[in-house]
């Protein structure tokens, strides 16, 4: 499939499907697979879907990753939404947002939001299975399978050909993923994504105490971490919109220089320190001398004296100086020791047209994304995302809900999606929802800045031991009811949240994952009778032909199914 680019679209189409034809041939691809790609590539729009369906029938890849992938087959229903009457909810505002709950196989979920998201979807956030060999009896009582890594890839890899065509085209997408699978899990998203485009975040989930001690004390490394990959659509590795930041201990004592107005002067900062009497007085009760070195101490102990740091009229005088330059322009009249910021730079006129350039300490502090949210020095953070194990005694309190082991912290997921989009009207999508974490991360943005974005999640409904009705029903939809509302469905709100909370407020729309056969004709049950287009932002009230053609169209490729691989004897 290289070498594409002096190819016309129909000439690529030709190519692609004789590829997959040579592989059906080759007994790699089955003919029923074959036939359903063929159309799909031939109703293909441009050449990279053309391309990115083709690679549905494809087993060895551009990285040179194998595994033993679940073949696609047609089936012989139609899988199509249903709206939940039971779970769905409206508030008495009707200007609140509608957010969405999808119940049912998220491959399903896909498939159907490709009909009405495709090219819509401003952030994907996804937590998969992490499969049995890592999670061990957890899969079980949570997941209730035996997934193995083949099975964890090809599950996988059909779901981000498909989550990719709903992203927009600056759309992003992020996998939480432990360390045992992140490198598998990596080179998966490389080939759908593109190798070198990726990056990679270790978040800090855990402290060595504890359980974890022992082993490390062995000297066995032990696990404080697990991993988060990031990928943009189109490729660009600026992934980061709006940045975070860590909180940094002590003063930065590089920071030594002090514009005092009053003189008219530079000075050194321990000098104006020693002629600020409430502040030396600080330090002498804490029997320090004063010094930078003691300042970055005593700032940590003593409010007085960080409040007085970090106020405009130290903050904003208080310098690290770099170079001097010459500015010769005779249209402006620069005073003497002042500050004067051009082009984006701060300068202090040390003489006529003679600047020093600095770096104001105003700049170096300011609201940190810590646990705390603290106030202070900080710094940009970078690939390492510390203090999240901070969260870890709260996790299972999050949203009102027990769903022990299969909880990422709100604060991650937050921050995650806060930090790749700067648009406060983006739709979120998390086709492996859980406990519906991340539909509560939306909440909680909008919350803070007054967004309207949307969130849609979609979760499967086993039923386990404990969740008898199913995760969707006892876990997921409970969770957004109580955060969304302040009750859970029974009335009940004796929950600990919503103590200290107000609810979120908003629409649910539950939708479950139908079937219909592709043969039904009978009246009122045929699939152009009972799928409703409204839920897919269409009408077609007026015009039957109209919806036919629209069923006929979107529909076909929602009968396929994932087979299980065949056994060898």
């Known amino acids: 499939m290289d070498n594409t680019s002096n190819l016309s679209l129909q000439e690529l189409k030709v190519s692609l499907i004789q590829d997959l034809k040579n592989r059906v041939d080759d007994r790699i691809l089955e003919e029923s697979n074959f036939l359903l790609l063929e159309k799909l590539i031939n109703n293909a729009s441009d050449k990279t879907e053309a391309i990115a369906i083709a690679e549905l029938g494809t087993t060895y890849k551009r990285t040179g990753f194998h595994f033993d992938k679940k073949l696609e087959r047609l089936g ?126 270790s978040v800090e989930t855990s402290v060595i105490a504890g359980t974890r001690r022992v082993p490390a004390m062995n000297g066995s490394i032990a696990k404080t971490a697990e991993y988060v990959l990031i990928y943009k659509k189109n490729g660009d590795t600026k992934v980061i919109k709006n940045l975070m930041y860590d909180y940094i201990t002590g003063f930065d004592k590089h920071y030594s220089k002090f514009l005092d107005v009053k003189k008219n002067n530079i000075v050194q900062f321990v000098d104006y320190i020693k002629e600020t009497s409430e502040i030396l007085s600080e330090f002498k009760k804490f029997n320090f001398t004063v010094s930078l070195d003691n300042l970055g101490k005593i700032v940590e102990v003593s409010k007085k004296v960080k409040n007085w740091l970090y106020s405009d009229e130290i903050a904003c005088h208080l310098f690290r100086p770099s170079e001097e330059i010459t500015i010769d322009d005779s249209s402006n009249q620069y005073e003497n020791y002042h500050m004067y910021k051009i082009n984006g730079k701060w300068f202090i006129n040390i003489d006529n047209h003679k600047f020093l350039n600095i770096f104001r300490y105003k700049e170096r502090i300011g609201q940190c994304d810590d646990y ?198």
């Not at 249903?82 to 979920?109: M, P, Q």
């Not at 969260?391 to 299969?406: A, H, R, S």
């Open 76 to 201: 012989t229903t139609i899988k199509y939404l249903k709206r939940n009457d039971e779970l769905s909810f409206s508030s008495v505002n009707d200007s609140d947002l509608t957010h969405k709950l999808i119940i049912g196989d998220n491959y399903d979920a896909l498939l159907n939001l490709s009909i009405s998201h495709k090219g819509k979807v401003d952030v994907i956030y996804i937590d998969p299975p992490y499969g049995k060999d890592d999670m061990g009896d957890f899969a079980d009582t949570n997941y209730n399978n035996a997934i193995t890594r083949d099975n964890l890839l090809s599950m996988l890899y059909p779901r981000l050909i498909l989550a990719k065509q709903l992203l927009t085209d600056d759309g992003v997408i992020i996998c939480s993923i432990d360390d045992k699978n992140q490198a598998y899990i990596k080179c998966l998203f490389d080939d759908v994504f593109g190798e070198f485009c990726g990056n990679v975040i």
């Open 372 to 569: 705390y949210g603290s106030f202070g020095e900080r710094q940009v953070r970078g690939n390492l995302w510390k203090g999240f194990s901070a969260d870890g005694g709260n996790l299972n309190k999050e949203g009102g809900i027990d769903f022990k082991q299969g909880k990422k912290p709100l604060r991650l997921i937050t921050q995650l999606i806060n930090a790749v989009s700067d648009n406060v009207n983006a739709i979120i999508l998390d086709f492996f929802a859980g406990s519906g974490t991340t539909g509560q991360a939306v909440l909680e943005l909008n919350r803070k800045d007054g967004g309207k974005r949307t969130f849609i999640v979609c979760t499967n409904n086993e039923h386990t031991d404990l969740y008898h009705r199913g995760i969707a029903y006892d876990v997921t939809s409970k969770r957004l009811k109580r955060v969304m509302t302040g009750e859970c469905y029974d009335g009940n709100h004796n929950f600990e949240w919503i103590k200290k909370n107000e609810p979120y407020g908003g629409n649910l729309e539950v939708l479950d994952i139908s079937e219909v056969s592709n043969i039904e004709q009978r009246e009122g049950l045929s699939p152009f009778d009972v799928i409703d287009e409204k839920l897919y932002g269409q009408d077609f009230t007026l015009s039957v032909e109209d919806k036919i053609r629209w069923v006929c169209e979107n529909f076909a490729v929602t009968q396929k199914y994932l087979a299980e691989p065949k056994s060898e004897v």
